[in-house]
């Protein structure tokens, strides 16, 4: 049950950066070419694709998480013995947890002071691109308990298909493999 719910999260999260990606492209594209072909160029859209990769940005944190994408500095852990090097990593999942809720949770205060605010070309509250901030960690947090097993055994999980290889994890390994 837990891992069908695990596998739909991953899906919803990898989709929704898609779409967001996709119509970024597109909008950019459209707007690049209006611009030298027909001479006009649409204001809204620059405004539209910088909120739009905000959101990306903070949404795909989390899958970067559970990829072992994010930076890390593992010289301490690898010179510890097993043991200590499981317990080190349970502390830092709670401390990156503790981090992640604290940001949620002020993100999300700031979000609704920023409600007020509202964005030069289209009028949009502010507050509704600032709540990528809070959502975004959220979905971290999500990802990070649900996959704290791997995250405890430094074994990145693949976020495609199970026969699939991800480039990020493949570099995780070689990176753990000392190649």
Same mark, same amino acid.
């Given at each position: 049950?837990?891992?069908?719910?695990?596998?739909?999260?991953?899906?919803?999260?990898q989709?929704?950066?898609?779409?967001?990606?996709?119509?970024?492209?597109?909008?950019?594209?459209?707007?690049?070419?209006?611009?030298?072909?027909?001479?006009?160029?649409?204001?809204w859209?620059?405004?539209i694709?910088? !909120? %739009?990769?905000?959101w990306?940005?903070? *949404?795909?944190?989390?899958?970067? #998480?559970?990829? &072992?994408?994010?930076?890390? /500095? $593992?010289?301490?852990?690898?010179a510890?013995?097993?043991?200590?090097?499981?317990?080190?990593?349970?502390?830092?999942?709670?401390?990156?947890?503790?981090?992640?809720?604290?940001?949620?949770?002020?993100?999300?205060a700031?979000a609704?002071?920023?409600?007020r605010?509202?964005?030069?070309?289209?009028?949009?509250?502010?507050?509704?691109? !600032? %709540?990528?901030?809070?959502?975004?960690c *959220?979905?971290?947090?999500?990802? #990070?308990?649900? &996959?704290?097993?791997?995250? /405890? $055994?430094?074994?990145?999980?693949?976020?495609?298909?199970?026969?699939?290889?991800?480039?990020?994890?493949?570099?995780?390994?070689?990176?753990?493999?000392?190649?």
């Open positions: 049950m837990l891992s069908k719910f695990d596998r739909a999260f991953i899906w919803s999260n989709f929704l950066i898609g779409a967001l990606m996709l119509i970024m492209t597109v909008l950019v594209f459209a707007n690049v070419v209006l611009r030298y072909v027909v001479g006009i160029s649409l204001p859209v620059e405004e694709s910088r !909120y %739009m990769m905000i990306v940005a903070y *949404l795909g944190a989390g899958l970067a #998480l559970r990829g &072992g994408a994010h930076v890390a /500095v $593992e010289v301490l852990q690898d510890l013995p097993a043991r200590l090097t499981r317990l080190l990593r349970i502390a830092i999942a709670v401390a990156i947890l503790l981090f992640l809720g604290s940001v949620a949770w002020y993100g999300f700031y609704q002071f920023a409600m605010q509202h964005s030069p070309v289209l009028n949009l509250p502010l507050g509704l691109v !600032y %709540m990528g901030v809070p959502i975004g *959220l979905v971290c947090a999500i990802h #990070l308990v649900l &996959g704290f097993r791997s995250y /405890v $055994e430094r074994t990145p999980i693949e976020l495609n298909a199970p026969d699939a290889h991800s480039d990020v994890s493949d570099f995780a390994a070689l990176e753990r493999n000392g190649a």
